[in-house]
């Protein structure tokens, strides 16, 4: 469950007269349960129809606590399901409109009707215009992070919503004098915690029982998790600071 501030003395600075947050202040209210959130994010799904905040005069984003709520619901569904994001929009919409809403599975449709489960989850995707435009950069800098290794294509020239997230904190890193060349150790790192984490669960992956594959992907999440614990208490740890 997302909380969101009150509006008391202690936030009358973070949201307007009328309880509306900025998106700093929804930033800080999402990060509780989603830390890698950022607001080159919350940009790109406003952009594709998932929430639609409020606009002042002068053309800033304010934000109801229904926005905040429908927002957890997305990365929610994201993280959790692999849902894309037309889909999430679309199951929103009709829990909005008073429908029973089940949450969907996706596979291979035929006339309405799911032809099979996925083997694996489904990544939302989106393209490299979509991309560029939501983390506010342009070809050459996107080409740079590229030749780093920083975001990667799939194979069918798209990019997973991920890339997004990995966008929005290379440059905020750049604002503090790291440039996208000096994030070479950093990617290398998380490629060997991914391939450690892979090993793990290789087997469970290619068993034939489908239950068995499906948990792979459980177990892949768990896994993850704890990788990403253990790598941020260790720089915590190295740089002798307790992090937020």
Do not use: C
Request: aromatic share 4%; proline share 6%; no cysteine.
């Amino acid at each position: 469950m997302l909380r969101t501030p009150s509006g008391g003395a202690g936030h009358g600075a973070a949201a307007t007269d009328h309880g509306l947050m900025s998106i700093g202040t929804v930033l800080n209210v999402l990060r509780d349960e989603f830390p890698e959130v950022t607001v080159s994010k919350i940009r790109f799904l406003e952009s594709e129809g998932l929430i639609e905040p409020q606009r002042t005069p002068s053309g800033y984003r304010k934000f109801s606590e229904d926005d905040v709520e429908r927002l957890g619901h997305v990365l929610r569904m994201q993280r959790d399901h692999y849902l894309p994001l037309k889909v999430i929009r679309e199951h929103l919409d009709a829990m909005g409109r008073g429908e029973a809403a089940p949450l969907p599975s996706v596979g291979r449709q035929r006339d309405g009707e799911a032809l099979s489960e996925p083997e694996g989850p489904v990544v939302a995707r989106i393209g490299r215009a979509e991309l560029l435009a939501a983390a506010e950069i342009g070809e050459q800098e996107l080409a740079e992070w590229e030749s780093y290794g920083l975001i990667t294509p799939l194979l069918d020239g798209v990019y997973d919503a991920e890339a997004v997230t990995v966008a929005g904190l290379v440059l905020e890193l750049g604002r503090f004098g790291i440039e996208p060349r000096h994030l070479r150790a950093v990617k290398a790192a998380a490629d060997r915690e991914a391939g450690l984490v892979d090993q793990v669960v290789a087997p469970l992956r290619l068993h034939r029982n489908p239950q068995t594959r499906a948990h792979a992907q459980e177990r892949t999440k768990e896994l993850a998790g704890l990788a990403v614990k253990l790598h941020a208490a260790l720089v915590q740890s190295a740089l002798g600071v307790r992090l937020p």
